[in-house]
């Protein structure tokens, strides 16, 4: 355990950045997920509307640090051909 209040203050500074990377990281799966979901039924519309909502949360927690820019690029380009495949 730390004895230090310097080290007591990045315990608590990690705990709340860990939240918060958490927080964010679930979103984007989240919304991976749903995207999926469309893609898996067939619903081309509703797929390209929940794209949009995703690309924005992976593109956010890519600028917040939590993915790197090349990871981001990656879920989007392969969910968006995907996507696109449908039609």
């Known amino acids: 355990m730390a004895n230090h209040e310097s080290a007591k203050k990045r315990i608590r500074q990690t705990e709340k950045r860990t939240a ?3 927080h964010v990281r679930s979103t984007v ?3 991976i997920k749903k995207v999926r979901t469309a893609i ?4 081309s519309a509703a797929a390209k509307e929940l794209l949009a909502a995703a690309v924005k949360r992976i593109d956010m927690a890519v600028s917040k640090g939590i993915y790197h820019r090349n990871t981001g690029s990656r879920y ?3 969910l ?3 996507v696109h495949k449908l039609g």
């Open 20 to 22: 918060r990377n958490r």
């Open 29 to 31: 799966r989240t919304a």
């Open 40 to 43: 898996e039924t067939g619903d």
């Open 76 to 78: 989007i380009s392969r």
């Open 80 to 82: 968006s051909q995907q």
